[in-house]
Each structure stands twice: as C-alpha cells, then as structure tokens.
C-alpha cells in the first residue's frame, strides 16, 4: 500500500488545516490508519488512529480535543482536521497503515503499522 499525505503548509496559532492521506490500494475492513508526527532530533510521535470497518477512533493526550481523524470510505482517505493549532504542533506529519486480519485494538504504537506515507509539513506560528 502506498500512502500520499497531503494539505501541510504555515498556519498562525488558532487557524485550522485539514491533512489528507490517500491509499493507492484498497483498505480492507480490519486495516487501521493512524497519523503520527515529527520534528528534527526527536522520535516520531502518535498523534491519532482510525479503524477502517467501524470509524473507532483513539487520540493522543496533547491533541484530543482539537485534532478530528476521519475517513473516507468511499475515496479511501483519511483526514486528520487539525483545529487551534498551536506553535508546538510543528512537525511533519506522516500517515500509516496498519494491515490486519482480524478486528484488534487500536495502537499508538509506531511499530506496529507496515506501511507509511512520506510526511507533509506543517508549521504554526504565533
């Protein structure tokens, strides 16, 4: 599966943008989608994850509350909806896929997904 995230760019602190991660291949029901992030000198971090089949949905503490993940079943995206952005939400952010073959949990853990996309850049200024 190859992944094409989209929609970075500069913001100022409080505006919102919307990133979205497109599959080149079709997403199977079990499969989850997750967004994570990074900045130069530090590990890629989890920032949401979405399951295909039911939409569940699992956050990060510093995001939950204003960042939305959704998909798009039948365009086979995601969407991460990134509302009152701060300074500290620079980053680039990357979209993964998660391929499974049966229902299971929601992870934060980078490891377990297979197959990233190449990141997109987004900056926040104050």
């Known amino acids: 599966v190859q992944l094409q995230a989209s929609g970075g760019g500069s913001v100022q602190a409080g505006a919102s943008l919307r990133l979205s991660c497109a599959a080149s291949?079709?997403?199977?029901?079990?499969?989850?989608l997750g967004w994570f992030r990074q900045v130069p000198g530090k590990e890629r971090e989890f920032v949401a994850a979405?399951?295909?089949?039911?939409?569940?949905?699992l956050y990060s503490e510093s995001v939950k509350g204003r960042f939305k993940i959704s998909r798009d079943v039948a365009k086979e995206m995601v969407v991460l909806q990134m509302n009152s952005p701060q300074p500290e939400d620079t980053a680039v952010y990357y979209c993964?896929?998660?391929?499974?073959?049966?229902?299971?949990?929601?992870?934060?853990?980078?490891?377990?997904?297979?197959?990233w996309g190449q990141g997109t850049l987004v900056t926040v200024s104050s």
């Open positions: 291949d079709p997403i199977l029901s079990n499969y989850h």
């Open positions: 979405i399951s295909w089949r039911e939409g569940n949905t």
């Open positions: 993964a896929v998660r391929q499974l073959r049966y229902r299971t949990p929601l992870t934060a853990l980078r490891a377990q997904y297979d197959f």
